[in-house]
């Protein structure tokens, strides 16, 4: 009997077309000039006084460099397989899927938003969503159908590691790895992680899969 071969990326294929579609996103907007494109598609807080939302979103898809891109999709393969799997790789497992990413993005950006609404600087990346994927994945780190509980030991462990890192990034700003001198947006990890730790429960439910 013929032996079933191994997939040469064993990553569910919603993970896989979400870097995809990072990686695709920041060769368009290198061939249209980087900068121009995060300043008219990039996040800044006062976009929201002046009703211009549309950066909540697009924002996620832009990136400010190849090792900032790079990053974010070694993080976004990592903690979205996880996520992936646990939401099924049938058509609605795929939406639900894309829709909680999407979601996690723009709650980090309006928590980012919310300690600094005049800042007009564009943020840019899809770190906050993916922070959003980091805090689901810790309540998928016990074995069985069940989400781990808030009090487990996985997601208070996981929760402190990042609030810690993310202290330490406030404290000592940092700039994002290949995005010049854009600074980490850690106000939006936390936010995000925020998000995706409360959010997995209700997807779950949605798609029958609690």
């Known amino acids: 009997m013929e032996q079933q071969r191994e997939r040469l990326i064993n990553a569910p ?25 995060s300043a008219r598609l990039g996040f800044a807080p006062r976009d929201l006084a002046l009703g211009v939302w549309q950066p909540l979103f697009t924002s996620l898809f832009l990136h400010g460099g190849w090792m900032h891109l ?11 397989t996880p996520v992936a799997r646990r939401m099924g790789e ?17 709650l980090a950006n309006l928590g980012f938003a919310a300690l600094d609404p005049r800042d ?19 309540r998928l780190m016990i074995p069985g159908p069940r ?14 590691s990042w609030i810690l890192v993310n202290l330490l ?21 936390l936010a995000g992680y925020a998000a995706g730790l409360l959010l997995i429960s209700p997807a779950l439910r949605l798609l029958g899969r609690p």
């Open 70 to 80: 790079l990053g974010n999709s070694a993080f976004a393969l990592a903690f979205a």
């Open 13 to 37: 294929w919603p993970a896989v077309t979400l870097v995809a579609t990072l990686i695709v996103c920041f060769l368009l907007e290198s061939a249209a000039g980087i900068d121009a494109v």
């Open 147 to 160: 989400l781990a509980p808030f009090t487990s030991t996985p997601v208070i462990g996981m929760a402190a």
């Open 90 to 106: 049938d058509a609605s497992g795929g939406v639900v899927f894309f829709l909680f990413f999407l979601v996690c993005g723009v």
């Open 169 to 189: 990034i406030a404290l000592t700003p940092l700039a994002a790895p290949g995005a010049g001198h854009a600074i980490v947006a850690w106000q939006a990890h």
């Open 120 to 138: 007009t600087a564009p943020l840019v990346g899809a770190s906050g969503a993916i922070a959003g994927l980091m805090g689901a994945t810790s």
